[in-house]
């Protein structure tokens, strides 16, 4: 189109100068920018006059139909790839929504799981708190309990061990019966017993039948003396029943109140765990359809740039194809009008003949020119003149 724009401005420059030369330069810049357009897609073509055959002019509307039959093809076969294209990206689209939903509800969800873990853990630590508060308070007297049951545990040990063995006599040997008699003599000291029947348990170091009856009472009194401890270590802790009882119950229930904290805190730290490698799955799985909707969106945009460029090349044949058909009409024309311009010539040519040879046969017009030949003359010349101004019948354009 700029091409014609410059071409009409040319002719209207030369119009006011001679309009018959204008009229030749002006087909032959449409001519010239005609078969630049058929030549931007055949490289080989050449106007010439023998566009006006018709074996001619169809072989090149032949090339240009089977060009067109390519593109179109070619655009069909893209229109196909773009289609799959486009439902890859639609599915890429929504894979990725898909994702981004999963994460969303993932990091709703962790925020829950880490409230929850957060609240168990702040349970397990109060129920903690609660015991060891409790067992501070109740230190004194659970020492006091403790040591009750040592005494009484001692007890029954020295009675059912050291002093069963020597007051049955039932050692095996010197040695053991010493060592007996001493474990039984430092009890007895431990508890306050006096001196002179601590003294009198030496009598426990003879065999039961050797025994006087100085020894025998020392035996009973002894035996009386472990009992009394015993009874009152029992008493003792009897009275402290109803208090330890009430102190073990409320330890037990927050020892079982701890226990309970901390397998809520282990679950929800286990879900909690779950959940997090479920969120990184998501973020890594979103990663992914990422990559594959860019990766498939490049694809597309590749088939839409060559849709885009097919479609350029159908408009650029369709325009070839149109300005081969004003080739053709200007190749017709070329023709007609040499052939017009042939007879004319001719035709000039027998008048002037025929007006030399009347002249010939009339000696007195040697010097006159007659009108007729006068008359042929000039139009011989104009005919002359126009044949020599541009004509598309004489354009020639030969590029590449």
């Known amino acids: ?52 055959e018709e074996e001619v002019f169809q072989g090149i509307r032949c090339q240009l139909t089977g060009l067109s039959t390519q593109t179109t ?3 069909a ?33 962790l925020e829950v799981t880490v409230n929850a873990l957060i609240q168990t853990q702040e349970q397990l630590q109060a129920a903690k708190d609660e015991k060891k508060k409790v067992k501070n308070e109740n230190q004194d007297d659970i020492l006091v309990g403790e040591k009750l049951r040592e005494a009484k545990s001692k007890n029954v040990a020295i009675d059912e061990g050291a002093f069963c063995c020597l007051l049955n006599g039932s050692w095996t040997s010197t040695e053991e019966r010493k060592e007996k008699l001493a474990t039984l003599k430092e009890y007895l000291q431990e508890i306050g017993t006096e001196k002179t029947l601590v003294a009198a348990a030496d009598g426990l170091m003879t065999k039961p039948e050797v025994r006087g009856d100085f020894d025998k009472t020392a035996i009973e009194c002894i035996t009386e003396e472990l009992r009394a401890k015993l009874k009152q270590v029992e008493e003792k802790l009897a009275e402290r029943v109803p208090a330890e009882r009430a102190v073990q119950a409320e330890l037990l229930g927050l020892e079982a109140l701890v226990d309970i904290c901390q397998q809520k805190a282990t679950a929800a730290e286990e879900q909690y765990k779950q959940v997090e490698v479920a969120l990184k799955g998501s973020k890594t799985e979103m990663k992914t359809c ?36 004003r080739l053709v009409d200007a190749a017709k024309a070329a023709v007609e009008k040499a052939a017009m311009e042939k007879a004319a010539k001719e035709a ?23 009108p007729a030949k006068r008359i042929c003359t000039e139009e011989a010349k104009e005919a002359k003149l126009e044949s020599q101004v541009a004509s598309p019948a004489r354009v020639r354009i030969s590029i590449g």
């Open 1 to 52: 189109l700029a091409q014609e724009e410059t071409a009409r401005l040319k002719v209207s420059k030369l119009a006011k100068l001679d309009p018959i030369c204008a009229q030749s330069f002006a087909m032959a810049a449409i001519v010239e920018t005609c078969a630049e357009k058929v030549m931007a897609v055949l490289p080989d073509f050449k106007y010439s006059e023998a566009l006006a």
């Open 73 to 75: 093809e070619a655009k």
């Open 77 to 109: 076969t893209i229109q196909t790839e773009m289609e799959a294209a486009r439902q890859q990206v639609q599915q890429a689209e929504a894979a990725l929504e898909q994702v981004k939903q999963s994460e969303r509800q993932g990091v709703s969800q």
């Open 290 to 325: 990422k990559q594959q909707l860019a990766k498939h969106s490049k694809e597309l945009q590749g088939l839409t740039q060559k849709m885009e460029a097919e479609e350029n090349k159908a408009k650029t044949l369709e325009e070839a194809s149109a300005a081969l058909t």
């Open 348 to 370: 000039a040519e027998e008048a002037e003949a025929a007006e030399a040879a009347a002249v010939a046969a009339t000696p007195e017009a040697e010097d006159l020119e007659p």
